[in-house]
């Protein structure tokens, strides 16, 4: 499987980088400042399956990848990264978007007063053509999945209930569709579970969210 490929940057220069999945809350690099704002032309949809993260080659979980929508935004937050540390930053990202993942240019505009207009960042997309492709299927069905999955970094749950939660934390004024709609469905499942528990039946995570 191919790992995620970025244009050349000089490392003379700071680098913008766009975060609209688990970057939102989960960062994990030095960076300067960061803005929160939005992509147009973007949605954010739980249609990348994760073999590394969140799930296993065997049982796949689901993270998010950015779909072509005309008329959508997508709302995330830009991190500017100085160039001393772009170049160790970049390779970070590259293994951690191993999967899948390829970096796009794409205009960004800040959502904060007397900030520049918009600006250039670099952002990981899955598009379908990667092997780990999943596409949509029922809501139902892809937060039973979330709720399956689990891998080396964690539960699948944690990962989808993290976003949405990071998400109204930033963007409190948004209503991502998608997003609440399956964070809705995770906690019915979740509901069911922890009846299904107290039957005897064995517990499968022991997350903050799970348990």
Known sequence: MSGAQ?????????????????LIWKVNFP???????????????????????????????????LVQSKEDRTWGIAYKVKPQDVSETMAYLDKREIDGYKTHQVEFFPA??????????????????????????????????IVNSRGPSGCNVEYAMELAKGMRGIAPHIQDTHLCELEAKIKELLQ????????????????????
């Open 192 to 211: 069911k579970r922890k009846l299904d528990e107290t039957d005897g039946k064995e517990k499968l995570c022991a997350c903050s969210y799970c348990s």
């Open 31 to 65: 960076y300067q400042e960061k803005v929160v704002g939005y992509v147009c032309g973007f949605s954010r949809r739980f249609w990348q399956g994760s073999t590394d993260h969140r799930g296993t080659p065997k049982a796949p979980g689901r993270v998010v990848t």
């Open 6 to 22: 970025m244009d050349v940057v000089p490392n003379t220069e700071p680098v913008w980088l766009f975060g609209y999945g688990s």
């Open 112 to 145: 904060i007063p007397n900030h520049q207009p918009t600006m250039k960042v670099l952002v990981y997309i899955a598009t379908e053509t990667n092997p780990s492709y999943l596409g949509p299927t029922e809501m139902g069905a892809l937060a039973q999945q």
